[in-house]
């Protein structure tokens, strides 16, 4: 079983910054890409940003030169770093990771539960 555990998300004012992070855990021996993805009420899930194992990144044109990922793979953990944030950065953040290699076999598509990021104007 491997689960994903968001954490860092709350409340801000325009202009701030958030640090969201994501761990893994699990009988896990190697975790392929690993990103962020939003959703805001209405709205369907988005691209934030992916990095890859090794260290490769894409992001949403929305968040191009504000926010950062990250990995550290060692902790099989990911991280959002989000600057300069704007009201319509509010969402619910999903952690997710597409390929993980455990000790019960291949694991596709794991997503968290989610962390709520609300930035008010």
């Known amino acids: 079983q491997v689960q994903l555990v968001e954490s860092g998300g709350g409340l801000v004012q325009a202009g701030g910054s958030l640090k969201l992070s994501c761990a893994a855990s699990g009988s896990i021996f190697s975790i392929n890409a690993m990103g962020w993805y939003r959703q805001a009420p209405g709205n369907q899930r988005e691209l934030v940003a992916t990095?890859?194992?090794?260290?490769?990144?894409k992001y949403g044109d929305s968040v191009k030169g504000r926010f950062t990922i990250s990995r550290d793979n060692a902790k099989d953990t990911v991280y959002l770093q989000m600057n300069s944030l704007k009201p319509e950065d509010t969402a619910v953040y999903y952690c997710?990771?597409?390929?993980?290699?455990?000790?019960?076999?291949?694991?596709?598509?794991?997503w968290g539960q989610g962390t709520q990021v609300t930035v008010s104007s």
């Open positions: 990095i890859t194992s090794g260290g490769s990144t």
């Open positions: 997710n990771t597409d390929k993980v290699v455990t000790m019960g076999g291949w694991k596709y598509d794991v």
